[in-house]
C-alpha cells in the first residue's frame, strides 16, 4: 500500500522558517518526480514545487522561488520542503505527492498544516 | 500562462442523478489533463488522468473526455459519496473547483 505521511507543520511566525518532510513507503520512490502542493484554508489547490526522480532538476511556483527549496534523500525515501522567509500568504496546508506522468499527481499525503501568524 | 476555469462553481443534485462538469482552458493543451476529487478534511484523490483514463480502483461510473481547450468530466449515477469538490489540472494548473452538493 502506497503511503505518503507529512509532519514538521506548525505556527511560525512572519519571516521564520520551517522544514516539511514526506515519508513516502509502498513504493520505489527513487523511480518518481515527486511534488509539493498547498492550500489555503478555503482555497483551492496551488502547485508549489517539483523534483526529478534523482533530485538533479526542480521547479518552483514564481511566489516561492528564492524562499523555498525542495530536495529528496532516495536512501531514505524521503521528500523535503525548506521554507525561510515565511510571509502570511503561505499559511495552507502542504500536501506531498507522487507525479504518475506529467505532473500528474496519484498518490497525496494527508497534509501538513503551516500557519504564518504573529 | 495557462487558466483552467471550471463551471459551475456549484453543482446541485440528487443521488442517482447524472453530473457534468466542466474545465476550459485559455488555451489549447495536451492530453495530459487529470480530474480530481476532495472531500472535506482530506487529501485530493486522483480520479482520472490523460482526459479519460480512471485511476486505480476509481468506478466506472466516473469518465472524463474532452480535447484541445474544452475538457468534461461526467458521474453517471450519482452516489452519496461523490457529493465533494473536484479540480481540473493540466501541468502546474489547477482549475478553481467545483463543488458538488446535495439537492
Known amino acids: 500500500e502506497v503511503q505518503l505521511v507529512e509532519s514538521g507543520g506548525g505556527l511560525v511566525q512572519p519571516g521564520g522558517s520551517l522544514r516539511l518532510s514526506c515519508a513516502a513507503s509502498?513504493?520505489?520512490?527513487?523511480?518518481?518526480?515527486m511534488t509539493w502542493v498547498r492550500q489555503a484554508p478555503g482555497k483551492g489547490l496551488e502547485w508549489v514545487a517539483n523534483?526529478?526522480?534523482?533530485?538533479?532538476?526542480?521547479y518552483y511556483v514564481g511566489s516561492v522561488k528564492g524562499r523555498f527549496t525542495i530536495s529528496r534523500d532516495n536512501a531514505k525515501n524521503s521528500l523535503y520542503l525548506q521554507m525561510n522567509s515565511l510571509r502570511a500568504e503561505d499559511t495552507a496546508v502542504y500536501y506531498c505527492?507522487?507525479?504518475?506522468?506529467?505532473?500528474?499527481?496519484?498518490?497525496w499525503g494527508q497534509g501538513a498544516l503551516v500557519t504564518v501568524s504573529s | 500562462e495557462i487558466v483552467l476555469t471550471q463551471s459551475p462553481a456549484t453543482l446541485s443534485l440528487s443521488p442517482g442523478e447524472r453530473a457534468t462538469l466542466s474545465c476550459r482552458a485559455s488555451?489549447?493543451?495536451?492530453?495530459?489533463l487529470a480530474w480530481y476529487q476532495q472531500k472535506p478534511g482530506q487529501a485530493p484523490r486522483l480520479l482520472i488522468y490523460?482526459?479519460?483514463n480512471r485511476a486505480t480502483g476509481i468506478p466506472a461510473r466516473f469518465s472524463g473526455s474532452g480535447s484541445g481547450t474544452d475538457f468534461t468530466l461526467t458521474i453517471g449515477s450519482l452516489e452519496p459519496e461523490d457529493f465533494a469538490v473536484y479540480y481540473c489540472?493540466?501541468?502546474?494548473?489547477f482549475g478553481q473547483g467545483t463543488r458538488l452538493e446535495i439537492k
Open positions: 505527492a507522487s507525479i504518475l506522468h506529467y505532473d500528474i499527481m496519484n498518490y
Open positions: 523534483i526529478k526522480e534523482d533530485g538533479s532538476v526542480k
Open positions: 490523460d482526459v479519460s
Open positions: 488555451q489549447s493543451v495536451d492530453s495530459y
Open positions: 509502498g513504493f520505489t520512490f527513487s523511480k518518481y518526480w
Open positions: 489540472q493540466q501541468r502546474s494548473n
